[in-house]
């Protein structure tokens, strides 16, 4: 049944837990948004546990009974996810210089992958959505890049509130791709 599985990010019937990290973030994009006096340590904190609790799930899709071709991609990305959060979470102060170089990882390769996924999927309805979602997540990480080098955190805070609220929707709208289609007994 793997090989007649048309996902390249695979089907779980946990597709929910990956929607609530999606939502998660955006809510904590916004509160980042409409707070930014909760200050840069605390973003980078909170960007941190959800890295952490984002690669827990991308962990868990990746050994899913249901995994498909992309399952190397979930799992590389969750021990990088896991990886840079707990680096995060471990000092405030490391956090502060190095979050925005840690962002522009992330989401440089998020963006990487996401132009794979879209290539794998040509013969899909939709597939130049996720080759639009890559470019995006490259131009907001070399966008990181850019506030790092530059030191700018106003440049970053900003950044970071839209990249929680652009990220976590990207999260949402793949959660239905990893919903299953027919039950399977």
Do not use: C, H
């Given at each position: 049944?793997?090989?007649?599985?048309?996902?390249?990010?695979?089907?779980?019937?946990?597709?929910?837990?990956?929607?609530?990290?999606?939502?998660?973030?955006?809510?904590?994009?916004?509160?980042?948004?409409?707070?930014?006096?909760?200050?840069?340590?605390?973003?980078?904190?909170?960007?941190?546990?959800?890295?952490?609790?984002?690669?827990?799930?991308?962990?868990?899709?990746?050994?899913?009974?249901?995994?498909?071709?992309?399952?190397?991609?979930?799992?590389?990305?969750?021990?990088?996810?896991?990886?840079?959060?707990?680096?995060?979470?471990?000092?405030?102060?490391?956090?502060?210089?190095?979050?925005?170089?840690?962002?522009?990882?992330?989401?440089?390769?998020?963006?990487?992958?996401?132009?794979?996924?879209?290539?794998?999927?040509?013969?899909?309805?939709?597939?130049?959505?996720?080759?639009?979602?890559?470019?995006?997540?490259?131009?907001?990480?070399?966008?990181?890049?850019?506030?790092?080098?530059?030191?700018?955190?106003?440049?970053t805070s900003f950044l970071t509130s839209l990249a929680f609220i652009y990220?976590?929707?990207?999260?949402?709208?793949?959660?239905?791709?990893?919903?299953?289609?027919?039950?399977?007994?």
């Amino acid at each position: 049944m793997k090989a007649l599985n048309p996902s390249y990010w695979g089907q779980t019937r946990a597709w929910w837990v990956v929607l609530l990290v999606g939502i998660l973030m955006v809510i904590s994009g916004f509160a980042y948004w409409f707070w930014p006096q909760a200050g840069y340590a605390v973003a980078s904190q909170i960007f941190g546990w959800m890295l952490v609790l984002a690669g827990v799930v991308q962990l868990l899709v990746a050994s899913g009974p249901n995994r498909s071709r992309g399952w190397g991609w979930w799992l590389a990305g969750g021990v990088i996810d896991m990886f840079i959060g707990f680096m995060l979470v471990r000092s405030v102060i490391l956090s502060e210089v190095v979050f925005p170089y840690f962002i522009a990882f992330i989401f440089i390769y998020w963006g990487i992958s996401a132009i794979m996924s879209s290539v794998g999927q040509r013969e899909r309805r939709y597939w130049w959505l996720y080759l639009i979602n890559g470019i995006l997540l490259l131009v907001i990480g070399f966008f990181f890049v850019e506030a790092g080098y530059v030191q700018d955190m106003l440049m970053t805070s900003f950044l970071t509130s839209l990249a929680f609220i652009y990220w976590g929707f990207s999260i949402a709208m793949l959660s239905y791709d990893l919903k299953p289609s027919v039950k399977e007994r």
